[in-house]
């Protein structure tokens, strides 16, 4: 079993940056896809950024592409989403989620992914 802890969150004002990190226990993630979803207030909970067990290919949501890089440092077991440029409408609760590496099913479906954390919040003001 994984546990998986995000921190990095706060409020920041628009047009700043934050730095959310996300790192695993129990075992290692080494071989997982790891991925960053959010849900803000009364919105469903949706697809941010994921990254392969491989680290070597990456996915975003168009919102956030350009903006929102996500990397992965295996040897300290753990997945970071650097945040630039926030905007207002990327206040939300983030979570980390990690899944066994499955190429026949989208990896931006939260459905897919078995492991989560219990998410940090992040606010932008406007």
């Known amino acids: 079993q994984v546990q998986l802890v995000e921190s990095g969150g706060g409020l920041v004002q628009a047009g700043g940056s934050l730095r959310l990190s996300c790192t695993a226990s129990?075992?290692?993630?080494?071989?997982?896809?790891m991925g960053w979803f959010r849900q803000g207030p009364e919105k469903a909970r949706e697809f941010v950024a994921a990254?392969?067990?491989?680290?070597?290919?990456?996915f975003y949501a168009e919102a956030v592409k350009g903006r929102f890089t996500i990397s992965r440092d295996n040897a300290e077991n753990s997945v970071t989403l650097q945040m630039d440029s926030l905007q207002a409408e990327d206040t939300a609760v983030y979570y980390c989620a990690a899944r066994r590496p499955n190429i026949l099913s989208t990896i931006r479906d939260p459905a897919q992914f078995g492991y989560w954390g219990r998410g940090t919040q992040v606010t932008v003001s406007s």
């Open positions: 990254i392969r067990a491989n680290g070597g290919h990456t």
């Open positions: 129990g075992r290692t993630v080494r071989g997982n896809d």
